[in-house]
């Protein structure tokens, strides 16, 4: 019987000490970070690239990014490719996503990959009227182990009408993918919108409802990270990052993706 006893209490022990290890072979991990960049009017690239370097991330949406550009009063960022810099500095895989011409070069949505990528794809989404800014979503196929997952970042109009057409047609671009994605952007709407209630119903929210505009002191959350398809992702821990580097507030999520 001690024998007996001694056997079922090591098997015991095996199973607990194993089933950590089943968990995570059955989820992946992930570092998310959305960050609107406010053209970089307030900090230089060195200290953007820092700040977002000391998270770790796995991925970086990022929003009003500029190329080339020369804007009046911001000479500290004349003729910068920020993607490109941002990338040299955090060590990661840079991708852009050109929306408009502007001061000379471009401006537009970018993304920052820890991961190798397989391909990438920039979406022009539509909008209410032709006077307003062209808007797009930019989508990186990733390798990850051996998972492959895609990252996307995204900025909408102003206009609710606009949101609404973007929404709807980011929805249906997220439901045509073969892989799983991971979406962060300024969304400019509120939680409470239609557009946001659109996202919700058909991804997982990845984020708190903490306020992320102004980064002063912030007092209304417009920028988010959703996880497609709804019911594989599932949130583990988030945090806004207090900064002066730009107006917005950076989300960072760390996320687990059911395999």
Known sequence: ????????????????????????????????????????????????????????????????????????????????????????RTGMFPLYGKTIAFAGGWYGIGLLTARPYLGVRKLMLPQASAQEESRALLLVTVEVGQDTVVFASTHLGLSEESRRMQTECILNELKRSRYPVLLG?????????????????????????????????????????????????TLESTQIMPSGLSDHRAIVSVVALAR
């Open 185 to 233: 952007g300024d969304f400019n709407a509120e939680p409470d919108a239609a557009e946001i209630a659109a996202m919700t119903s058909g991804c997982d929210l990845l984020c708190g409802m903490q306020p992320t505009f102004p980064a002063d002191a912030p007092d209304v959350k417009i920028d988010y990270l959703f996880g497609y398809p709804a019911g594989r992702w």
């Open 1 to 88: 019987m001690k024998k007996s006893g001694a056997f079922f209490v090591c098997l015991l022990l095996t199973l607990l000490c194993c089933a950590p290890i089943a968990r995570a072979q059955d989820t992946l991990l992930l570092k998310a970070i959305t960050y609107n960049l406010r053209f970089g009017e307030l900090a230089s690239l060195e200290e953007l690239a820092a700040r977002i370097a000391s998270e770790k991330p796995d991925m970086v949406a990022l929003q009003e990014v500029d190329c080339h550009t020369r804007r009046e009063g911001i000479p500290h960022q004349h003729d910068k490719d920020f993607a490109t810099e941002l990338g040299f």
